[in-house]
């Protein structure tokens, strides 16, 4: 969970029901160190400690012990600090966790930009699955037509003149090759006019 979710009623809930939880600590959370076990600073590990919630509120919300680790991330220049209730993985471990979770944030992120998912058709865990699996292949179906074909435009702008085609009898090599999609109409229309100018 992030620091947006720090809600120590929920996350004690969750300890009661022999859950374990990773989220972030907001650096300004009052606490108090009770042990340190040594780290291995090369990992990008700072510290692993055993602390008490002291907050009026947070120490009611959340009475027991909880675990804080701090992380050194090399690559983006970050410092972050880790609260959880799980005392037996390995501090290293707790924090890869955590990166695991923003990786899974990414692939949703990607999901939104690339799949065009405007809305799901069902709610079940089913349909979701089903309809994200869909919009997977039919994109992936696109990045081998563009490969194969050796085209020139992006993926998002294969996925717009393939809808506008979509009903076309026209071959498909035909449909890139051509500039069609940029043709204007034609200045000899059988319509009236509507307004005469």
Same mark, same amino acid.
């Given at each position: 969970?992030?620091?947006?979710?720090?809600?120590?009623a929920r996350l004690y809930a969750l300890h009661q029901a022999k859950a374990f939880f990773v989220t972030r600590a $907001? %650096?300004?959370?009052?606490?108090? =160190?009770?042990?340190?076990?040594?780290?291995? /600073?090369?990992?990008?590990?700072?510290c692993d400690q055993?602390?008490?919630?002291?907050?009026?509120?947070?120490?009611?919300?959340?009475?027991?012990?909880?675990?804080?680790?701090?992380?050194?991330?090399?690559k983006?220049?970050?410092?972050?600090?880790?609260?959880t209730n799980d005392f037996e993985q390995?501090?290293?471990? $707790? %924090?890869?966790?955590?990166?695991? =979770?923003?990786?899974?944030?990414?692939?949703? /992120?990607?999901?939104?930009?690339?799949?065009?998912?405007?809305?799901f058709?069902?709610?079940?865990e089913n349909a979701v699955k089903t309809q994200i699996w869909t919009a997977v292949a039919a994109y992936v179906l696109i990045a081998i037509i563009k490969k194969r074909m050796a085209l020139d435009q992006s993926l998002y702008r294969i996925l717009q003149?393939?809808?506008l085609v979509l009903f076309d009898k026209r071959p498909i090599l035909q449909v890139f090759s051509e500039p069609f999609?940029?043709?204007?109409?034609?200045?000899?229309?059988?319509s009236l006019p509507l307004f005469n100018f």
């Open positions: 969970m992030d620091r947006g979710y720090l809600d120590f $907001i %650096a300004s959370q009052k606490l108090t =160190r009770r042990y340190s076990n040594p780290v291995d /600073k090369t990992t990008g590990l700072q055993t602390v008490v919630l002291t907050g009026p509120l947070s120490k009611q919300k959340y009475p027991e012990p909880l675990r804080r680790i701090k992380f050194y991330e090399v983006n220049d970050k410092r972050l600090i880790f609260l390995s501090a290293l471990t $707790i %924090a890869l966790l955590y990166k695991s =979770r923003w990786d899974i944030e990414e692939f949703f /992120k990607w999901i939104k930009q690339h799949l065009r998912i405007k809305s058709f069902g709610t079940s003149i393939l809808s999609y940029n043709a204007k109409k034609p200045d000899d229309c059988n």
